[in-house]
Nanobody, 122 residues
Framework: QVQLVESGGGMVQAGGSLRLSCAAS????????MGWFRQAPGKEREFVAA????????YYADFVKGRFTISKVNAKDTGDLQMSSLKPGDTAVYYC???????????????WGQGTQVTVSS
């Protein structure tokens, strides 16, 4: 069993930056891929970014390419999502997830955090 806790959300003006963190406990983190999804009010949850267990492979949704960077530190059981050039459209609850890579990218991972709110004002 893996427990995930996100942190780092908050309110920021358009063009600003935030760094989200995901801390894992309960099982070794280094064998799992990690991903970030988001859900805005009235919308379905959508994929944001993912990283393979080794960190060698990274995936990004088109709408965040060049603005967001995903990373993970296996030795610390943590992963981050660095978000820059934020837009009001990035406002959502952001969730981290870990599992095998194909499940993370597909949004079907077994382990999810509780989410952290990101609000971008214009």
């Amino acid at each position: 069993q893996v427990q995930l806790v996100e942190s780092g959300g908050g309110m920021v003006q358009a063009g600003g930056s935030l760094r989200l963190s995901c801390a894992a406990s309960g099982r070794t983190f280094d064998t799992y891929a990690m991903g970030w999804f988001r859900q805005a009010p009235g919308k379905e949850r959508e994929f944001v970014a993912a990283i393979s267990w080794s960190g060698d492979h990274k995936y990004y949704a088109d709408f965040v390419k060049g603005r967001f960077t995903i990373s993970k530190v296996n030795a610390k059981d943590t992963g981050d999502l660095q978000m820059s050039s934020l837009k009001p459209g990035d406002t959502a609850v952001y969730y981290c997830t870990v599992d095998h890579e194909y499940k993370v990218v597909g949004g079907s991972g077994d382990y999810w955090g509780q989410g952290t709110q990101v609000t971008v004002s214009s």
